[in-house]
């Protein structure tokens, strides 16, 4: 595992709920993005709640995320250690509920 690999391992294990995205949740920097927080922010969960990671800030992260998830894209959420999938994937979540689901499960 290479140490961006490594890097992304300990924050995906680390934290409740982790977005990988363009800029942060103060100020996204592409729709995308945005919209993911508004997402989270729309089923209550509280701003400072968010670890959000910049990848335009390390390349090495940007490229090692996609590799992680085998996932293509960014924004990537992840919860509780789980991959969820991107901004497309988590609105239709959260149109069917299941995203909410998702953050107020019980371990």
Do not use: H
């Amino acid at each position: 595992m290479s140490n961006a690999q490594q890097r992304i391992d300990e924050l995906v294990k680390s934290n409740e709920v982790l977005l990988f995205m363009k800029g942060n949740a103060s100020f996204p920097q592409c729709g995308f993005s945005g919209r993911a927080i508004q997402i989270l922010k729309a089923c209550g969960v509280e701003p400072k709640a968010i670890k959000t990671v910049n990848v335009l800030e390390d390349a090495e992260i940007r490229a090692g995320i996609k590799d992680y998830s085998n996932w293509p894209t960014i924004p990537q959420l992840y919860v509780k250690g789980e991959f969820i999938g991107g901004s497309d994937i988590m609105m239709e979540m959260y149109e069917n509920g299941e995203l909410l689901q998702v953050l107020t499960k019980q371990d």
